[in-house]
């Protein structure tokens, strides 16, 4: 037990860990925060996309009575949701932008602060809204896959 301690029993190096432990604490919460945010991004999606499957299942039904492919049906249900996330994405980034130039003036720090976003960024934050409309699409548009018409239509 001993051995696994001494680690921290030479001088300087213990300390050095401890800072290095302290500088990477708040980027692993960062990123911590920020998948957990991402994840309800995409069950709120899922949950959007589901109960718009729920209401128009009727008509998911005739389609499939009809001859449609349920690839083609899920590749319907994704659309939508990629549909939604740029309208997200749409109405965000501007508020998101606005928000980052007024923040500063209004809490009176502009002299230290001095809000930049990339294009990188923009496209980046784009990718994401994207891409969690499509992770959030993906059960809704399995499930509208297993429809059976004669169920849904009677």
């Known amino acids: 037990m001993l051995h696994r301690l001494s680690i921290f ?3 300087g190096l213990g300390i050095v860990l401890l800072l290095l432990a302290l500088r990477l604490l708040p980027l692993a919460f960062l990123r911590l925060s920020l998948l957990l945010a991402l994840l309800l991004g995409a069950i709120m999606v899922m949950n959007t996309t589901l109960m718009t499957v729920l ?3 009727s008509e998911f039904a005739l389609l499939v009575a009809v001859g449609w492919p349920g690839w083609q049906i899920a590749r319907l249900v994704i659309g939508q ?4 996330g740029l309208l997200g994405a749409s109405l965000g980034l501007p508020l998101g932008l606005l928000a980052a130039e ?3 003036r209004l809490l ?5 602060v001095d809000p930049s976003v990339s294009i990188g960024a923009l496209a980046l934050a784009l990718g994401v809204a994207l891409s969690t409309g499509v992770l959030g699409s993906l059960y809704p548009a399995w499930r509208v896959t297993r ?8």
């Open 9 to 11: 029993l030479r001088p």
């Open 55 to 57: 209401e128009r299942q």
């Open 81 to 84: 949701a990629l549909l939604l």
């Open 102 to 104: 007024l923040a500063p």
């Open 108 to 112: 009176g720090v502009s002299a230290l």
């Open 147 to 154: 429809l059976q018409p004669a169920a849904a239509l009677g």
